[in-house]
């Protein structure tokens, strides 16, 4: 099928065993990484993704003294560990840092690795604000020191063929409909239901991803509105859904979302395109499979993919586009701004959240 061609039958977007994304293989050269942050995302994506690549050594762990000492009962982990970023950069240069913290240590972190000249992959959102993400922005530009945000969905299998539809001219003319949930988590010290601390609920978190993409593919949009949702009572902070409508005049597309982060809710995500109220794109993309390094082939972990990619493009070397995806991420960051500040607030009422469900699930 053309990728234009929306007239066929609505599909399901599988992840196959067979196939491979077209991500450049990078060479054998290892480089040496270390890991700031071991926790769920450190050690559940960037972990296995290091593991995964040939050309990778985990040359240092960093993270806080308590951490640290939980993770030393961990008999797999034999990387040097380390309880401040002070005492990695003493004893080394590393070829490439990766940071999963807390989102309030995204920026400070990476301050003082782009002056210690280590090219850096954030994880998302880079920032809590446009403002915060802009003066680290500048410092990587001014120092010439890469820096590049995690971005999954780009080296997933099942969105490869979404995103070439939306990234074509000839897309135009329709409505698109994210759905996205995932297993909510508060975070060591609760750290995910502070504003302060996390920027934001559900529309930062799991919104960037999407966020991200839809800029890629169509840029900015002309109109837009989000209704946010915080469970009463619970003394957090920060939205637990969030539903938005993002217009774009020139290829008169409307694009829908709908994130919710639910402690009972199963992680997972439906894509649907709509043209002349029929269904003509159906998509439930899945995570890749993954077998370590002594365990056989299998299609990259998309982390593993991205940091293939990064190798391949020269980004360690300081070569690549990672000056124009930054300029991305800075307009990303501006229209997540602008939804917070336009944004239309409400409590949520026993039983909204499954009504909501049960209605987006019936395609129009």
């Known amino acids: 099928m053309r990728v234009n061609d929306l007239s066929a039958p609505p599909t399901q977007e599988t992840v196959l065993d067979g196939g491979a994304l077209n991500i450049p293989r990078a060479t054998n050269t290892s480089h040496s990484v270390i890991l700031v942050g071991a926790g769920r995302r450190g050690l559940g994506a960037h972990l296995p993704a290091l593991d995964a690549g040939r050309h990778f050594r985990l040359t240092g762990i960093v993270d806080t003294k308590e951490r640290i000492a939980q993770l030393r009962e961990i008999s797999t982990l034999t990387s040097p560990m380390y309880d401040s970023l002070d005492q990695v950069l003493a004893d080394q240069r590393p070829d490439l840092a990766i940071v999963a913290t807390p989102h309030d240590c995204h920026v400070p972190l990476a301050q003082q690795l782009l002056c210690a000249g280590v090219p850096t992959l954030l994880e998302k959102p880079p920032a809590r604000s446009a403002s915060e993400l802009a003066t680290l922005l500048k410092l990587s530009r001014e120092l010439q020191t890469p820096l590049a945000t995690s971005l999954p969905l780009h080296y997933q299998r099942g969105y490869q063929r979404f995103r070439r539809l939306l990234a074509s001219p000839a897309f135009t003319d329709a409505e698109v409909s994210i759905r996205a949930t995932v297993t909510s988590w508060q975070g060591t010290d609760s750290w995910r239901r502070s504003r302060d601390r996390a920027g934001g609920g559900v529309l930062i978190d799991l919104g960037y991803h999407y966020l991200e993409l839809i800029v890629a593919c169509l840029g ?27 217009r774009f005049a020139e290829r008169r597309l409307l694009v829908q979302l709908w994130l919710q982060s639910h402690p009972q809710a199963a992680k997972g995500t439906e894509l649907f395109i709509r043209r002349d109220g029929a269904v003509v794109y159906h998509g439930t993309p899945g995570a890749a499979p993954y077998r370590g390094r002594d365990h056989g082939q299998a299609q990259p972990t998309p982390a593993a993919a991205q940091l293939e990619a990064l190798v391949a493009s020269g980004f360690l070397d300081g070569r690549g586009d990672w000056h124009h995806d930054l300029d991305r991420q800075r307009a990303v960051m501006l229209l997540i701004d602008d939804l917070y500040a336009c944004a239309e607030y409400e409590a949520c009422l026993p039983g909204t959240a499954d009504q909501v469900r049960a209605s987006e699930r019936t395609p129009a």
């Open 220 to 246: 900015s949009p002309d109109e837009k509105s989000v209704q946010l949702t915080r469970a009463p009572g619970t003394g957090c902070e920060v939205e637990d859904e969030a539903r938005l409508s993002l």
